[in-house]
């Protein structure tokens, strides 16, 4: 069976940061690393939940928004997929430090936190989404432009 692409990078290796895991076509493929991985520090349910209700909300309003395919978590609990389509990957990381800084700023519940919006609404926390994001908006903030991992 073929390998996946993202199986062939070797994770012991990277860092927090902005990647480009693959483009297909017109759509990009972003790893969004808020933990280093196999490191022992993920981040819990309800982090990974609030910041992906939190996330998905901005970047989808924001000026990206016709553009997004995709956002998620990671299964391994060390980040986050977004997959857009046709655009640069420095205006994607633009929008997403601007969706993070929103979340840092937002007073008031997580986006979509009733049970009518959401199949696990009482696990949601602004606070822990907050937290998280406010740490991967300063990782964002050194970004120099290189979207590759280091040890391709």
Do not use: W
């Not at 996946?4 to 012991?12: G, L, T």
């Not at 493929?29 to 996330?55: A, W």
């Not at 936190?113 to 907050?130: M, P, Q, V």
Request: negative net charge; contains cysteine.
């Amino acid at each position: 069976m073929k390998r996946i692409a993202s199986f062939s990078v070797d994770h012991d290796k990277i860092g927090k940061g902005m990647y480009i895991s693959r483009i297909d076509g017109d759509i990009t493929s972003f790893d969004l690393r808020t933990r280093v991985p196999n490191k022992g520090d993920y981040m819990d349910n309800v982090t990974m939940h609030s910041v992906e209700h939190m996330l998905a909300t901005f970047l989808r309003n924001g000026e990206i928004g016709k553009n997004v395919i995709y956002f998620g978590p990671m299964g391994c609990r060390t980040g986050f997929y977004l997959l857009t389509r046709d655009l640069e990957p420095m205006a994607v990381l633009e929008a997403l430090k601007a969706a993070l800084a929103a979340t840092v700023a937002h007073e008031g519940a997580v986006f979509g936190a009733t049970r009518k919006e959401c199949g696990n609404y009482l696990e949601l926390d602004i606070a822990a989404a907050k937290k998280e994001c406010a740490a991967y908006l300063a990782v964002l903030q050194e970004h120099k432009g290189d979207f590759s991992y280091a040890n391709e």
